[in-house]
Each structure stands twice: as structure tokens, then as C-alpha cells.
């Protein structure tokens, strides 16, 4: 039931059609009795300052920010959460009684599902392969939680270096960068192994950030962003190597679940998300 007092969460991106946002937030609101509607707007580059300022005009009590806008929204926000900043990005913005302040949950919604899943990121070596905006967001979070090691491996080293000095400045993990050609011995002392590469991805399902070749035979959490389709051949592999995997559709229901929070101080359980049939767990 829309009245009166409905508040408005909005989606601000471009393209917005295929989001599985909406269908989840306003599951959320309707389980919770929360009097708020979500809705996706798409938005041109050159019209986002003035959707930003619409926020506040609107009185829209937050909002998701996708591609191509996680940066350059930060311009026009009135503060922006540290870890954000480090990741260079936002996806959340709670506009807290007209100040707009921007927040980002992908690296949160992955640590979630990580440690939703029984295991710990304290201590542990992870290694990442790519160095694009997913894996800035994740190696932040990851760095955030204490883990001991972040190793990030990608095709363009310059990127994986980049994402390597920010996390020298602001944590304590340690960290190294090296190419994208994965060996068995590169694998002995990793705990965790994220793909956020987007080799893989529908409708190239054939491709593959490692040699499928590589035998492993120690216990190690492999993970992909990838979450469409939902077993990507690099799980396959994993799997073929009786190793435990985490799918993206876990980190994209994370990431929502961290955002709801934010907006609503109700932490939802993945639970309350069964009926989503998009999400199809
Ligand atoms: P996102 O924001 O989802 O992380 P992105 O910033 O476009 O997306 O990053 C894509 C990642 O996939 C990058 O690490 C990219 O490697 P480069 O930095 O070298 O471009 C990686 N990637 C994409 N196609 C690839 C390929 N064919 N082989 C290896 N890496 C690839």
C-alpha cells in the first residue's frame, strides 16, 4: 500500500532495467512493515548532479548508485564514508535529514558472505585475481577485516599496483601484486581465492581466470563475483577439486542486505529473501 507517508528508496544508474534490486528491497520493506517504496531511475552522465540534488529537493531517504555513476557521484555528496573513499567509489548513498552521505557495501556484502558461510578473513591469506572496481572494493574490506595477506594478481599489473598502495597506506595486511598466469605453488599458502575478473560471465561461460589444469589438495575458499551463470567454470573447477565455493549471487544479496541496513537500521536475514525469484537460491 502506497499513502501519504511512503517514503522513497531509488536506484540511480544507467542501464536499470535488469536490476534485482527492487524485487529485493521491496520484499524487504513489505517483511519488515517499513512504509518505503524502492524504484529504479535511469540516469544520463550529464543529468546526475541534478538527480543528486533532486534527493534532496525530494526528500528520497537514500539511494543505490550503479555503473557508470560510482565515482563521479562522489562530487556531489556531502560526505563519504572512509573505507569509500579508499575504495574510490560509492554504491549507497542515506540522506540523513538533507546531508547526503555516500557509503560503499559490494567489499562488505563479500566479507558477509565470507564469514556467513563459517569461515574468518583474520589471519588469512587471500589471493585476488583482477584489480578492477570489484576487486578495490573486496581487497579494502578484506584489509579492513585483518587479513594477514592480499596478493592481487592481474592482466594489467599497473591496476593491481594501484590497489596494492592503498592498502599499504591504510592497513596493516600485507600485500603483493603479480600477473594473472596462476601456478599450483602460487596457490600452497592461500585460505581464499576470489575471482573478480569478468572471465566467465554470461554469455562468455567458457572462459576462465585459472589453468583448469591445477590440482589442489589443501583447503581453500574459492570465490566469484561472477554471478550470472550462478556455477561459473571456475567453481566447476574448484568443485572438480573438492573445494568449498561461494557464488557472487551471495556478495550481490550482501551488498543489498549491508545497504538496507544502512537506510532502515534493520539488519535482514538472507532468509527473509527466499520468495525472490530472480535470486533462485
Ligand atoms: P568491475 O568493476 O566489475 O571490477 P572492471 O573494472 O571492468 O569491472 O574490471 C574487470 C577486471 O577483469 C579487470 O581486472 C580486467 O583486467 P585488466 O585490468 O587487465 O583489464 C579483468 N579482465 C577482463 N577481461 C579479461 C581477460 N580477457 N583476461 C584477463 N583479465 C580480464
Redesign the pocket.
Known amino acids: 500500500m502506497i499513502n501519504g507517508s511512503t517514503k522513497l528508496i531509488c536506484l540511480i544508474g544507467q542501464p536499470v532495467e535488469h536490476s534485482f534490486s527492487p524485487s529485493i528491497h521491496n520484499c524487504l520493506f513489505e517483511k519488515y512493515d517499513i512504509n518505503s517504496k524502492y524504484m529504479c531511475f535511469d540516469v544520463d552522465k550529464k543529468s546526475l548532479k541534478e538527480a543528486v540534488n533532486a534527493m534532496k529537493v525530494l526528500k528520497i531517504k537514500g539511494a543505490n548508485v550503479t555503473v557508470p555513476h560510482k565515482v563521479e557521484i562522489m562530487n556531489y555528496l556531502d560526505e563519504i564514508d572512509i573505507n569509500a573513499k579508499l575504495i574510490g567509489a560509492v554504491n549507497t548513498i542515506k540522506n540523513d535529514n538533507g546531508r547526503l552521505i555516500g557509503y560503499n557495501t559490494d567489499g562488505m556484502g563479500f566479507v558477509n558472505s565470507v564469514l556467513g558461510k563459517g569461515y574468518k578473513i583474520e589471519g588469512k591469506n587471500v589471493m585476488i585475481l ?6 578495490r572494493s573486496i581487497a579494502v574490506e578484506i584489509a579492513n577485516n585483518r587479513a594477514k595477506s592480499i596478493e592481487i594478481r ?3 599489473i599497473d ?1 593491481a599496483n594501484n590497489i596494492s598502495n592503498t592498502i599499504k597506506e591504510n592497513f596493516k595486511s600485507s600485500v603483493k601484486t603479480g600477473n ?1 598466469n596462476i601456478t599450483k605453488e602460487d596457490l600452497e599458502n592461500i585460505d581464499i581465492l576470489i575471482n ?4 566467465g560471465l554470461s554469455p562468455k561461460v567458457d ?1 576462465i ?1 585459472i589453468d583448469e589444469t591445477i590440482k589442489v589438495d589443501k583447503d581453500i575458499l574459492v570465490c566469484d563475483i561472477v554471478y550470472n551463470p550462478k556455477e561459473t567454470r571456475f567453481l566447476k573447477w574448484a568443485k572438480e577439486n573438492n573445494l568449498d565455493t561461494l557464488g557472487g549471487i551471495d556478495m550481490l544479496i550482501n551488498q543489498a542486505l549491508e545497504a538496507f541496513y544502512i537506510w532502515t537500521g534493520v539488519r535482514p536475514d538472507r532468509e527473509d529473501l527466499f520468495e525472490v525469484e530472480e535470486l533462485r537460491f
Open positions: 583482477g584489480a578492477g572496481g570489484a576487486a592481474n592482466r594489467s591496476k594473472i573478480t575478473t569478468s572471465l572462459q581466470p
